[in-house]
């Protein structure tokens, strides 16, 4: 069965896109990855893989969709099950459409976020949405993502320990740095698992084989109603 992963956030500059296009090339490596890309006109997922198939013959299966409306995501997502083994959908910094189709029919949502307070805000501003959002899809699971993670300075560790209080959202293990590979490789084309930055490297790996290891305990078969769907997408 094929899996989702969804990177939602209010916000903008969070870093969605960034960690979008790692997650979906890491995994790329060894398994078929559809990326879709419904930041339109912005589109850097798009821009990062035409960057990538460019510049490089990479052998892999990673394929890009760009869906015009929140309706043609939700067509998209039951087209492309089972012709791919994970999806990754990049959304706009909006809780609009598109977002709301990503809670419904992820398997898993991953909420970048860093550690300022107005990143906070933003997904205290989410909860709501992700309380209705896992009430009508059983199967979601939305964790946040620590993104640009400076640990050493305290303002993180303060922030940090606030928003597990606040929030109380489950988080990834792993904490994502504040490193120039992110930025470098997206202008390349290329994940920071392809670079040479060490530990870059590291996380990335290390973030989606627990990703990957999340996915592959949900064993239900996702069963989602249509007309639910698009009944929650227009309250956006
Ligand atoms: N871990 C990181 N380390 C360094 N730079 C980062 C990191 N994550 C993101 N960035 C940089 O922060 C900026 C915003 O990242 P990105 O475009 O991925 O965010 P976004 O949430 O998709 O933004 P938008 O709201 O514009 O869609 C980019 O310049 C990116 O290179
Ligand atoms: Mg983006």
Known sequence: MTKIIGFVQLKGGVGRSTL??????????????????????????????????????????????????????LKLLQKLQNEYDYIVIDCPPRMDGFSRVAL???????????????????????????????????????????????????SAKENSSTAKKDLKLPEMRQKIGLRVAYSDAMADGLTVHETNDKSARAEIWSLSS???????????????????????????
């Open 20 to 73: 979008a296009t790692n997650m979906a090339g890491t995994i790329a490596e060894h398994a078929r990855v559809a990326l879709i890309d419904c930041d339109s006109p912005q589109f850097t997922c798009s821009h990062w893989l035409q960057q990538r198939k460019d510049l490089y013959e990479i052998d892999e299966q990673l394929d890009l969709y760009q869906p015009a409306t929140y309706k043609a995501l």
């Open 210 to 236: 627990s990703v990957l290891r999340l996915l592959s305990k949900q064993k239900a078969a996702r069963k989602m109603n249509d007309d639910k769907v698009l009944s929650f997408a227009k309250k956006s």
């Open 104 to 154: 419904m029919l992820s398997d898993l949502v991953l909420l970048p976020l860093g550690t300022s307070a107005a990143e906070i805000w933003s997904v205290e501003a989410m909860l709501p949405i992700l309380n209705e959002a896992s009430q009508l899809n059983s199967n979601l699971d939305a964790r946040i993502l620590w993104n640009r993670f400076r640990s050493y300075t305290k």
